[in-house]
């Protein structure tokens, strides 16, 4: 079946402008994962959802990230005003749910901003 | 921030040899992930170890884990030049509230034909 899908695959934007980047989770998956990676490092965990609402956002790294989810399927992650320090590839994974359930990653979007 | 550390951050071997790499970590947790990450994009789920397990194994990898000493090994047997990849231990703990997945910075495992 179809994987995890996320939309652009790459996205190049200027300082201070709203980017948002789009997520379809693996039919069937209640969980959803945002993560950031960063050049040489691991992904980092940014927020999760449980169906429509988010379990746990405490990665985001402050208000200018949001994210909603608002069918239980479909995830948008928004950056507001955007930073140099924002460039990163941004992973979704989603999964069945629960702590013993393998996450599914999709291929990522890779944020540039000038 | 970083769950722990993969050792070493990078392996070059000779096809056909095998490559280890491990991984060690700093809290509780439920279970034990390995993940592939090529050219820097999507992650392919390798293998889940619980808690409560202490090896298990999938074609031609092999992962223990040591609870008590907090780490795990990722062994793969018989390399081949399509090995050459990232790989990344991440561990999932309920008790943090969510079952967000932590990782490491990974080991980069070049594989020479």
């Known amino acids: 079946g179809a994987g995890v899908s996320q939309t652009p695959s790459n996205k190049v934007t200027e300082k201070g402008k709203y980017v948002e980047l789009r997520c379809d989770p693996i039919?069937?998956?209640?969980?959803l994962y945002w993560y950031r990676q960063s050049l040489g490092q691991g992904p980092e965990f940014l927020i999760y959802?449980?169906?429509?609402?988010?379990?746990?956002d405490s990665g985001l790294p402050n208000d200018r990230f949001f994210a909603v989810r608002p069918e239980g399927s479909v995830s948008t992650l928004k950056i507001q005003r955007t930073e140099r320090g924002d460039s990163a590839v941004y992973l979704c994974a989603s999964s069945l749910g629960g702590v013993q359930e393998t996450q599914y990653f999709g291929p990522g979007t890779r944020l540039l901003v000038l | 921030s970083q769950q722990g550390e993969e050792d070493p951050q990078a392996l070059s071997i000779q096809e056909g040899e095998n490559a280890t790499m491990n991984c060690s970590y700093k809290t509780s947790i439920n279970n034990l992930q390995w993940y592939r990450q090529n050219s820097g994009r999507g992650l392919v789920h390798l293998i889940l170890?619980?808690?409560?397990?202490r090896e298990k194994h999938s074609g031609r990898l092999r992962v223990t884990l040591d609870t008590s000493k907090k780490s795990s090994s990722l062994l793969i047997t018989a390399s081949r030049a399509a090995d050459t990849a990232s790989y990344f231990c991440?561990?999932?703990?309920?008790?943090?509230?969510?079952?967000?997945?932590?990782f490491g910075k990974g080991t980069k495992l070049s594989v020479i034909p």
């Open positions: 959802f449980q169906g429509t609402g988010a379990a746990d």
């Open positions: 991440a561990t999932a703990y309920s008790g943090a509230g969510s079952y967000q997945l932590t």
């Open positions: 170890i619980r808690s409560n397990e």
């Open positions: 039919s069937g998956h209640t969980a």
